[in-house]
């Protein structure tokens, strides 16, 4: 798709051979700034502690994999990663199906309320998770579920919504008043109307907002740590912390801490870059 | 409205009432458990004296400079290289400089102080650049420097996917545009200036609003890196709040802080609406 039309090599100027020269250098230099970080985290943590402070370059001289089980079972990594996947998958499944149906009931039905609800979801981009730290952590207290699953998944929620919404419009905006009003004459309801039309035609940005919304929720790091104190709701970036922040004792656990907390969402990369991609890039869109 | 109602009803008592009270607790003296007395306008007042909320004033504004003028050119300059397949293998570089968006900003905290620690990667390497075996990284215990490795950090942490946007939508663009540009005889920098930039002012004004946005509440990177140390010449604004909230249980204060914190950025993208405005007038 992308414009690779360009003239062939004995044409070219000298302005252009030097774009292309420099264009080598800046993106081979680049990407390995980018990417040699990583791969020298993961080199290290295939290596003893007692061999990583006698030379911080060297590479693994045998397959030694006790930094991984030692960090696992020390650092309770497991529990962690299954308290990140239910926390992730399920205040993912929530606000992805929210989003939808407001975004639905926010551009095509027809209340007068609608613009202004969409404008306080827009200053929500701008509010700062910290900004309600304390009152939320008081309400959560009040009402008996701070400590709990279900006040750690609805912050996630709330926090999704504002951006999952902006989406979610942008796209509904351009199904056709047409269909609507089709099903609407047919007799369906709105909640039908919305479960057998728009949803099935909002596949394509329902994928964006899935792995988008996964993947903030993986990262999120605040509402865990502020407003948990049982360190078996933590979840993997709040474990990793309290873990491996302050390990100077063995670098060797340290890093394959941060490998294996790392390689869930490598493996996600691997097989979802180019949605993640294009939720980064819609976002950024002007309609 | 059963298709609005179960959203609003969270938004409304997560986000929407916790940020009326903190308005409210922020003309409070409050420490969460004894009676709250009024205090009118003095923590705020208070809060632009204190000289940790200027360097974490100070701090949060080289991090919207690194972000504008670092993270958008960089990222826009490579985007368009890749764009237009300067180099073999552009989706490889592409997905490679990507990466660093799915790791968690802790673990990239965590990483970076290893690099930069006494026994680190960085360190040995100006050790033996400077054949100097003692070197050790000094820079944080510096006043002035010490934000500039967190910078450099954010640099690497975020330019990708300013890249990443930039590509997507240079891809837009009808490529028969650029075709007869070449035809015409353009050369690449005028490619570059006069068909893809003009095109791309809406997404890089967007970006921006983002970036300012984004960088104002950085907190995470920061926090697990330095968590506003040493003697809190990395702080940021959202960290100053948070300790002043969390660790001297001073909450009308740090609302008064998180009151700034949003009103700076509403400012901040109020001042980039006006910029933008005149640039597409400009443009048109």
Redesign the interface.
């Known amino acids: 798709?992308?414009?690779?039309?360009?003239?062939p090599k004995q044409f070219r100027?000298i302005?252009?051979r030097l774009?292309?020269g420099g264009?080598?250098v800046?993106?081979?230099f680049?990407?390995s700034?980018?990417?040699l970080?990583?791969i020298?985290?993961l080199l290290t943590a295939f290596r003893p502690h007692t061999e990583?402070?006698r030379n911080?370059?060297g590479l693994p001289t045998s397959f030694y994999f006790d930094n991984f089980t030692t960090a696992w079972r020390l650092g309770r990594l497991g529990i962690y990663i299954l308290n990140s996947i239910f926390y992730s998958v399920v205040a993912t499944v929530i606000t992805v199906y929210?989003?939808l149906?407001?975004g639905?009931?926010?551009t095509k039905?027809p209340?007068r309320i609608n613009a202004a609800?969409y404008t306080?979801?827009v200053m929500?981009?701008?509010?700062?998770?910290?900004?309600?730290?304390?009152?939320?952590f008081?309400?959560e207290s009040r009402v008996n579920i701070d400590n709990t699953r279900i006040g750690i998944i609805?912050?996630y929620?709330?926090?999704g919504?504002?951006f999952a919404?902006y989406l979610a419009s942008s796209y509904i905006r351009h199904i056709p008043d047409s269909l609507i009003e089709a099903a609407l004459i047919d007799g369906s309801s709105?909640?039908s109307l919305?479960h057998r039309i728009i949803l099935p035609m909002s596949r394509p940005v329902m994928v964006t907002l899935l792995i988008f919304t996964f993947?903030s929720n993986?990262?999120e790091?605040?509402f865990v740590f502020?407003l948990t104190s049982d360190t078996a709701l933590r979840s993997?970036?709040?474990g990793?912390?309290a873990f491996?922040?302050n390990l100077a004792r063995d670098?060797g656990l340290?890093?394959a801490a941060?490998v294996i907390?790392?390689i869930p969402?490598?493996v996600?990369?691997f097989f979802f870059?180019r949605q993640?991609?294009?939720g980064?890039?819609a976002?950024?869109?002007?309609e | 409205m059963v298709l609005v109602l179960p959203a609003l009803a969270i938004y409304l008592s997560i986000v929407v009432f916790p940020v009326i009270f903190s308005l409210a607790t922020s003309f409070l003296k409050w420490d969460g458990l004894t009676t709250p007395s009024f205090t009118g306008l003095q923590h705020y007042r208070e809060i632009f004296a204190d000289p940790v909320f200027r360097l974490g004033l100070r701090n949060n504004i080289l991090i919207v400079i690194v972000s504008l003028f670092g993270q958008i050119p960089i990222g826009f300059l490579v985007a368009y290289m890749l764009y237009r397949r300067m180099v073999r293998g552009s989706s490889f570089y592409q997905a490679m400089i990507f990466l660093p968006v799915v790791i968690s900003p802790i673990v990239v905290a965590i990483l970076w102080n290893q690099i930069f620690s006494p026994s680190g990667v960085f360190t040995e390497f100006i050790r033996l650049l400077t054949k100097n075996p003692r070197f050790v990284f000094r820079i944080f215990e510096n006043r002035t420097f010490a934000i500039v490795p967190v910078l450099f950090v954010i640099l690497w942490f975020y330019t990708g996917i300013y890249m990443v946007i930039f590509v997507a939508n240079m891809q837009k663009i009808t490529p028969s545009v650029i075709e007869s540009a070449i035809i015409d005889g353009a050369r690449e920098s005028q490619i570059l200036l006069r068909v893809v930039l003009p095109s791309m002012i809406n997404v890089i004004f967007t970006t921006a609003l983002f970036a300012v946005a984004g960088s104002l509440k950085s907190f995470d990177l920061i926090f697990a890196m330095t968590g506003g140390g040493p003697s809190h010449y990395t702080e940021v604004i959202a960290i100053f709040m948070y300790i002043n909230t969390f660790k001297y249980y001073n909450y009308g204060y740090g609302s008064a802080v998180s009151v700034i914190i949003i009103s700076i950025s509403l400012l901040l993208i109020l001042v980039l609406r006006i910029v933008s405005r005149f640039f597409e007038k400009r443009y048109e």
């Open positions: 798709m992308s414009s690779h039309y360009r003239i100027s302005e252009d774009w292309n264009a080598l800046v993106i081979v680049y990407t700034v980018t990417i970080p990583l020298w985290m990583i402070v911080v370059f929210l989003s149906a407001s639905f009931a926010l039905l209340y609800i306080m979801y929500g981009l701008l509010i700062t998770v910290h900004a309600v730290l304390v009152p939320l008081l309400l609805l912050p929620v709330a926090f919504l504002p919404i709105y909640v919305f993947l993986w990262n790091f605040v502020v993997l970036p709040v990793v912390n491996a922040g670098f340290k890093f941060l907390s790392t969402m490598l996600f990369y870059h993640i991609s294009r980064f890039a976002g950024a869109l002007k």
